[in-house]
């Protein structure tokens, strides 16, 4: 999975708010985790948010 990521320039996620917060804890002091500047609200407590494929890097290294 590292390997796709790689190519990655940016992803969008989407997430409940609740389940988005436990890997952004955890990828927080990773080298390429940056914190996305904008949050979108969608129903139902979901989000969505666009990171980069740097940080898409260091969620799945913490998961």
Request: proline share 3%; no cysteine; aromatic share 6%.
């Amino acid at each position: 999975m590292l390997l796709w990521a790689v190519g990655v320039a940016a992803a969008e996620v989407v997430a409940h708010g609740h389940t988005w917060e436990w890997p952004v804890i955890h990828a927080a002091d990773h080298d390429h985790f940056r914190t996305p500047s904008a949050v979108g609200d969608l129903s139902h407590g979901h989000i969505t948010i666009t990171v980069s494929g740097r940080s898409l890097i260091a969620l799945l290294v913490v998961l």
